[in-house]
Nanobody, 118 residues
Framework: QVQLVESGGGLVQPGGSLRLSCAASGSTFSTYIMGWYRQAPGKQRVLVATITNGGSTNYADSVKGRFTISRDNAKNTVYLQMNSLKPEDTAVYYC????????????WGQGTQVTVSS
């Protein structure tokens, strides 16, 4: 099972940027499709972006053109560069193996809080 630790969240003004990191354990990290997800207060956790082991990416419509997901398999790390942040981006952000999200089975890390506010 992959263990995940998210970091990089914080308070930022609208229009600002943040870069989230997700450090994963395990020698099979590079084989997984990885994703970033977010959960706003009172709402369900939703997909933000995914990246395959080959680097192909997919984004939710709400973040296309603003967010960029990337990975460094040598460091077992997934990143989420977030630009032009909006108040509606405020949420707890999580990373995980995409199959955990799809299947609804498996554990999640503690996430990292992103707050966009003036």
């Amino acid at each position: 099972q992959v263990q995940l630790v998210e970091s990089g969240g914080g308070l930022v003004q609208p229009g600002g940027s943040l870069r989230l990191s997700c450090a994963a354990s395990g020698s099979t990290f590079s084989t997984y499709i990885m994703g970033w997800y977010r959960q706003a207060p009172g709402k369900q956790r939703v997909l933000v972006a995914t990246i395959t082991n080959g680097g192909s990416t997919n984004y939710a419509d709400s973040v296309k053109g603003r967010f960029t997901i990337s990975r460094d398999n040598a460091k077992n790390t997934v990143y989420l560069q977030m630009n032009s942040l909006k108040p509606e981006d405020t949420a707890v952000y999580y990373c995980n193996v995409h199959s955990v999200y799809i299947n609804g089975r498996g554990s999640w890390g503690q996430g990292t809080q992103v707050t966009v506010s003036s």
